[in-house]
């Protein structure tokens, strides 16, 4: 074979579509297009969001379009619009999976804010309840036992830029009215940084300040122990299926106590809405969530509570509503049993992966748009996707294409391991198609494999456990 040198690229003005060179496409990609064609979900959307566009005038974006990008953040863990159009439109099979054909041009990310600003929130909140109904019918969905906790989503704004509530006065101006009043006449911004450092007891109020490019936005102590602006995101999970039934987002300031009520009655509308019978529900929480008030609040409409009790002195029930003590005995009574402590087992599990899957690893961590009802929109539609996820783990096996990836590069890396070693002409001609196999999963196929490889142990370990 003779050596090719590399050129000049000169693109040819008119180039036949047949003759375009193009990738084998994703697998999960393409499933997933399968199951949202089955489901009718394109026709579905665009009925749905019908009334929210103009009657005449210039197309625009598909919301089939639209959803399945929001989609594509989720699963390639791309937290902003901006990236999510830059991937979209450098990658063929996201191209295939949103349906453009080679002439037409990925939608740009400033299209995705004006659609995200037309569509009211309930059209969100229908489009995340036709993916509880797509579980339930593929059961999926159970909804008795719900397990509720919230996360801390870092807003899109800076504690550098927050105000004085009354009069405007910026940190830094505060900074230096300190300084001038510990006797630095013309302090300097050096100046005030080194006296905000060694001064203590420093605590800033939301009563006093606030951030003036994003109102909705609290300060509060995040994950890391550090203070910044956030917002609060709390799950209702099906501790059964693991699927997330509600989601809701409050000012990062908000108690547990206030919005627990809102989140399971929001999940119990969901399930209605859906055709879920429900009979009683059941809500598991840790103490954070605790109060005399939360729980006879729940209580009241038929919900049983599972919510961890802190520890504190002996109440005095006189002034308070006889109702309140007997649901707070009775909760108490309940999570001092048996199955009171697996529920709470069950909870600290499913609850903290579903932050993990939609915040950690589907770019839901940090709000890139502003106001807290745009933040609920986006946040709403990553537990969508992470509910889709739960039916392709249940259809192809993985819930990410990142899993499909590893599982087909397992699967063809133990194929290899076990013919490199048959010998005689069967071997050698078995051989060379499983190479190209390990070489289009992305496995460079080893001379000598190596037994300790954690992919091939997985493999392994799959192969030889009892089906």
Known sequence: MALGERGELQEDIWVPTASVARGPGHPFYRKLNEVL??????????????????????PGIPPGVYFRMLLVGFF????????????????????????????????DHSSMTVIRRRLPEAVYTEVFRWMLALLRDKGLLDGKSLGVDATTLEANAAMKSIVRR?????????????????????PTAEDARRLDRRRKAKKVSN?????PHDPDARITKMKNGTTGLAYKAEHAVDLDTQAIVAATVAPGDTGDTATIGVTVLEAQNHMEAVGVELGTTEAVADKGYH??????????????????EKKQGRRHWK?????????VHANRRRIRGARGKRLQRRRSEIC???????????????????????????????????????????????????????????????????????????????????????RFAGVSPPHSPNPNSPVLQRAVKLECSPS
């Open 291 to 308: 109060s005399a008030e939360a729980v006879a609040l729940l209580q009241s409409c038929g919900i049983r509570t599972y919510v961890a």
């Open 352 to 438: 903290e992966r579903s932050f993990a899957h939609v915040c950690e690893t589907g770019g839901g961590r940090r709000a890139w748009v502003k106001g807290i009802q745009d933040v609920a929109k986006l946040h709403l539609m990553k537990c969508m996707a992470f509910n889709l996820g739960l039916l392709m783990r249940e259809i192809l096996g993985s819930g990410k294409p990142r899993q499909a990836a590893d599982a087909l590069r397992a699967a063809f890396l133990w194929l290899y391991t076990c013919i490199r070693p048959a010998c005689g002409a069967f071997g050698d001609f078995l051989r060379l198609p499983v190479a190209e196999g390990l």
């Open 166 to 186: 009354e009069g405007g006065e910026g940190w830094m101006e505060y900074l230096k009215r300190l300084a001038r009043a510990e006797g630095i006449a013309e």
């Open 207 to 211: 009563d006093d300040w606030h951030n």
């Open 319 to 327: 002034k308070r509503p006889r109702s309140q003590r007997q649901a």
């Open 76 to 107: 390639e863990d791309i937290g902003t619009q901006r990236g999510i159009a830059w991937r979209c439109a450098d990658s063929m099979s996201l191209r295939e999976f949103l349906g453009l054909g080679m002439s037409q041009s990925v939608p």
């Open 37 to 58: 064609a089955e489901a009718g979900f394109d026709r579905w959307v665009e009925g749905l969001c019908k009334e929210h566009y103009a009657k005449i005038g210039r």
